[in-house]
């Protein structure tokens, strides 16, 4: 049982460069997440899908853009990358958007902008 | 004032010492309760998880939440080397689509 599945695991990138970030989880699960991580920052929300078809802003939203390909697939792009996106990118899922629910993480993308 | 502050450490403790860690909130309304544990370079995974007041135990690990303190702690009995972690906390209220706000975490080295 994978669990979620983060690609690719590592990424560098020149500032302006674009790129997506890829998410699947095959839990069944009807919400999914993307998340940074940055020292002393801890976890900060971008972006969540509470069902297939929904998408919304987290905490951090700006300089990217997320799909909700299918039940499976939440997708994350960073148009035009900028240093300052730097960090450390985690997707989530959970059964539902109910605050009960926890959260099942991927291992990450680590992604410098040079 | 933040909504949740955990101290980041590190702790450094010697094999089979008692751990706690800590972390306190503002939010009254938060209810649900969770601690995650982050190996280096991993994802966190959810270690335990309670719902109001009370103890949770699970094997070495125990729980706590303090809501008239608006206080949490994670125990860990008889520490070992592979529970050298990251351990944060996170918590949530009832209300449907409420986020779950997490603490920055406490970097914990236990030491053979």
């Known amino acids: 049982n994978a669990g979620v599945t983060q690609t690719p695991k590592f990424q560098v990138l020149k500032t302006g460069q674009s790129m997506t970030l890829q998410c699947a989880q095959d839990?069944?699960?009807?919400?999914m997440y993307w998340y940074r991580q940055d020292p002393g920052m801890g976890l900060r929300l971008i972006y969540y899908?509470?069902?297939?078809?929904?998408?919304d802003k987290g905490e951090v939203p700006n300089g990217y853009n997320v799909s909700r390909l299918n039940k499976r697939e939440f997708s994350l792009r960073l148009e035009s990358a900028a240093p300052s996106q730097t960090s450390v990118y985690f997707c989530?899922?959970?059964?539902?958007?109910?605050?009960?629910?926890?959260?099942?993480f991927g291992n990450g993308t680590r992604l410098t902008v040079t | 004032q933040k909504e949740v502050e955990q101290d980041p450490g590190p702790l450094s403790v010697p094999e089979g010492a008692i751990v706690s860690l800590n972390c306190t909130y503002s939010?009254?309304?938060?209810?649900?309760f969770m601690w995650y544990r982050q190996y280096s370079r991993k994802g966190p995974e959810l270690l335990m998880y309670?719902?109001?007041?009370g103890n949770k135990e699970d094997g070495r690990f125990t729980a706590q939440v303090d809501k008239s303190s608006k206080y949490i702690s994670l125990f860990i009995r008889d520490s070992q080397p592979s529970d050298s972690a990251t351990y944060l906390c996170a918590m949530s209220g009832n209300q449907a689509g409420t986020a779950l706000i997490f603490g920055k975490g406490t970097t914990l080295s236990v030491s053979s």
């Open positions: 309670t719902y109001s007041s």
């Open positions: 839990m069944n699960h009807n919400s």
């Open positions: 939010n009254s309304a938060f209810q649900y």
């Open positions: 989530a899922s959970s059964v539902d958007r109910a605050s009960s629910s926890p959260l099942h």
């Open positions: 899908s509470a069902s297939e078809g929904t998408t």
